[in-house]
């Protein structure tokens, strides 16, 4: 069975600390698609999230 969390970023959620718990994948919507740079939060995310490995 696989882990979705939702709620990261814009409910409060934090992409490390799901994964951490034990998310298999994280649902990031408004977190990036609300930034002024969208681009830059979504290589942000996926650099600490790469940084997990």
Same mark, same amino acid.
């Given at each position: 069975?696989?882990?979705?969390?939702?709620?990261?970023?814009?409910?409060?959620?934090?992409?490390?600390?799901?994964?951490?718990?034990?998310? #298999?994948? %994280?649902? $990031?919507?408004?977190? !990036?698609? @609300?930034?002024? #740079?969208? %681009?830059? $939060?979504?290589?942000? !995310?996926? @650099?600490?999230?790469?940084?997990?490995?």
């Amino acid at each position: 069975m696989k882990i979705i969390s939702p709620g990261i970023g814009a409910q409060g959620g934090d992409e490390v600390s799901a994964v951490a718990a034990g998310a #298999d994948y %994280v649902i $990031v919507g408004r977190k !990036i698609y @609300q930034a002024s #740079d969208p %681009v830059k $939060v979504a290589m942000e !995310i996926d @650099q600490r999230l790469s940084m997990m490995l």
